[in-house]
């Protein structure tokens, strides 16, 4: 095989002992492709962002909830996150203790709040309402609250998840209403909780958003923890040389600021973060099969089976991935020309890269698209009745492990009462 262009993943050694192309051959294209090293190095990037005594890391599996990298996430110490029953149902089911789950609900049902009493997590409402309706369920319960300081930060708007024109959280006017919430059910507020959004690369609105939730913090006695949030960006123009958010400063001043806090408060209490993205992003390569090359009126398509049922987030989110070619002949590329890379589903909205400069790809090539691993599988879909891909992991020794099969015809009907 002939790397044509693949520096990022020649650089981490990403494919272990095998390739691109052994491994679409062994386990059929598309592909999600795991390193657990590269994922193992950001759980642990991760944990030492705050250095305090009392810090904590929650994964949150949102970003993929892969039973297997769940299990490798709590093998390094890490707590995790829940939005919705399902994903307790699957963190439990990775082996994590109830007490280590923290469910962060959103606009739920009685029936769910139930099922996470019973399941034994932490729980965190997101509205004055719905404080209310646990208040009723789970009179003198434990109970945190979701902040929505005011301040949001995000790649996009439909990922800023905090700010004045948002659905999340409590807002910094309501709390005196939360106060009374909590003291007619005899409610304990154990937490409070933000996220104020996804992949910022510099650090300034994470810091302010924590004075914002610290400031708020102090009004309650009986706090055991305040969680900041995730949203830690990763440099997605690798092949460009973009810089990496500098956790070293981001941290060395969330200490300060956390140190501080804890003293004027009295109590060590336990400071946690959510990342999701910064955890899984890096550590898959997304590897599909150029199916056919085409020009219509002068645009030049790269047609894939890396439709957007694969990945979304290149059409939901106008989001760029850098993309490798991986060419088992011996034909080199000669030249670079721009290029619309698409998939196979029958909508227009259907590219992975726009007008992307490129080498020149050829009919069966393999494609990898970089730092797939966060809102890729969990993101993916059946639409046009696909098939969802398998996902491999290649373990620390270099060899490919299936850690999840492809979708079969049959899955597509399982549902079905025939
Ligand atoms: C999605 C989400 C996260 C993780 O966001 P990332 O940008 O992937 O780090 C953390 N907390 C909450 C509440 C979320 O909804």
Redesign the pocket.
Known sequence: MIYIYSKVSREKQFFGHTNPIALTEKFGSPLFVYSENILRSRCRDMKQLIDYPNFTV?Y?P??NSNLELLKIVRSEGLKV?A?SPGEIYVNLLAGYNPEDIFF?S?NISDDEFQYALHAGVKISVDSVAQLEKYGKLNPGGKVAF?LNPGVGA?HHDK?K?AGQKTK?GVEMGQVPLVKEIIEKYNLRLTGI???I???FMSGETYLQSTYNILSVAKQFEDLEFI?L?????IPYQKQSGQSRLDLTELGSKLTEVVTTWVEEYGKAIEFKI????????ESCILLGTVNAVKTNYQLKYIGTDLGFNVLVRPTMYDSHHDVEIYRESGIPSTRDEAVRIVGNICETGDIIAKDRLMPEIFENDILGVLDSG??GYSMSSNYNNRLRPAEVLIDPQGNPQLIRRRDTLEDLVRNYIL
Request: glycine share 20%; net charge neutral.
């Open positions: 929650n949150s949102k970003a996150d939005m962060i959103n979701r995000g990922v998840t999340f909780n933000q996220h959004g996804s992949l969680d949030g995730g949203g830690f960006g959510e990342p999701g993205r910064y955890i899984v992003a966060a809102y």
